[in-house]
């Protein structure tokens, strides 16, 4: 167990709609990052937040967002979904700011669009 | 930016036996090496690490060389057993602010009993 919660673990949802993925970081962490990890693509990055603010913008969508609250955790809103955002979301937390420190995985959300 | 190369992309080796996984980084600034090991249904977990200022280490079963003129690392997993059976990432990153992990497509290692 990594100390990253997830939730929810599934979802399954049709084309148009918007979700909220949720992700509660490790104790004592102030990052967290988000990856979008398809069959096609591998794991690929899309956003950092550090205590509050974003901090690195990877491969994300305009129609996706996210946003990480006082209490560190943080939410990834994907909207007007399309069949190809289907894909297992997974959220890490890291101590410090910087792309060299350990991360740690939550298990990830496994979006469908139907 | 980035771009990292694994091979092969899958692997099957007889209990007992040794696995090898090679990647290539292409940004030769890049200085912090991680290897994920993904299970079925689960998150990927740091297994080991390497940091630009060392060329070896071990844990246990578990090996990791960098070779930074030729821009490769590779992992190695001794007397491999079959609950080593997994999807394998590495990966790459400068560490400066702002920069995040470049990862590797993955290997699917398949240990055979």
């Known amino acids: 167990d990594s100390g990253v919660t997830q939730t929810p673990k599934h979802l399954i949802t049709a084309t148009g709609q918007r979700v909220t993925l949720r992700c509660s970081p490790r104790s004592g962490d102030l990052s967290v990052y988000w990856y979008q990890q398809s069959l096609d693509q591998g794991l690929q990055f899309l956003i950092q937040?550090?205590?509050?603010?974003?901090?690195a913008k990877g491969n994300i969508l305009e129609r996706f967002s996210a946003q990480q609250f006082p209490d560190l955790h943080s939410e990834l809103n994907l909207s007007s979904l399309e069949l190809g955002d289907s894909a297992l979301y997974f959220c890490?937390?890291?101590?410090?700011?910087?792309?060299?420190?350990?991360?740690?995985f939550g298990p990830g959300t496994r979006l469908t669009v139907l | 930016g980035e771009n990292v190369e694994q091979h092969p992309s899958t692997l099957s080796v007889q209990e007992g036996d040794s696995a090898v996984i090679k990647c290539t980084y292409s940004d030769s600034a890049s200085n912090y090496f991680p290897w994920y090991k993904q299970e079925l249904g689960k998150g990927p977990q740091l297994i080991i690490d390497i940091r630009s200022n060392v060329g070896e280490k071990k844990d246990q079963r578990i090996a990791v060389t960098l070779n930074k003129t030729a821009k490769h690392f590779s992992l190695h997993i001794t007397e491999t057993q079959p609950e080593d059976s997994a999807v394998y990432f590495c990966?790459?990153?400068?560490?400066?602010?702002?920069?995040?992990?470049?990862f590797g497509p993955g290997t699917r290692l398949s240990v055979l009993p």
């Open positions: 937040y550090y205590n509050g603010e974003e901090r």
């Open positions: 990966a790459a990153t400068k560490g400066n602010y702002g920069q995040n992990f470049v």
């Open positions: 890490a937390s890291s101590k410090g700011t910087s792309g060299n420190n350990e991360q740690f």
